[in-house]
């Protein structure tokens, strides 16, 4: 059975970081594209980066370019994101996915298959 499980979250200040850790299982994800999304009531879901080999493949919304950092341990099966500079409106509930299948673009979450359940941020002023 193929599973995420986020975990890493948390309260956190304004400017302060955080690393979230994607941990699979179930298959080998190692030449699959996997990235972060998030959620908050007001945005609906967001595409944050996406990473398909650690050394390139490497992609990220605007919003994250500068200040998050995705990477993958492939020997590990796990993905994780390094937060910096967190905002308030950072806050959101944070998922890892992965996909089936290599066409698509990352940036749409229809190209994934699979989801973990997600693991909040709050990042409060």
């Known amino acids: 059975q193929v599973q995420l499980v986020e975990s890493g979250g948390g309260l956190v200040q304004t400017g302060g970081s955080l690393t979230l850790s994607c941990a699979a299982s179930g298959r080998d994800f190692s030449d699959n594209l996997m990235a972060w999304f998030r959620h908050t009531p007001k945005m609906g879901r967001e595409i944050v980066a996406a990473i398909r080999w650690s050394v390139g493949n490497i992609f990220y919304s605007d919003f994250a370019q500068g200040r998050f950092i995705i990477s993958r341990d492939d020997a590990k099966n796990t993905v994780y994101l390094r937060m910096s500079n967190l905002r308030p409106e950072d806050t959101a509930v944070y998922y890892c996915?992965?996909?089936?299948?290599?066409?698509?673009?990352?940036?749409?979450?229809?190209?994934?298959?699979?989801w973990g359940q997600g693991t909040q941020v709050t990042v409060s002023s």
């Open positions: 996915a992965a996909d089936s299948a290599h066409g698509g673009d990352w940036r749409f979450d229809w190209v994934y298959d699979y």
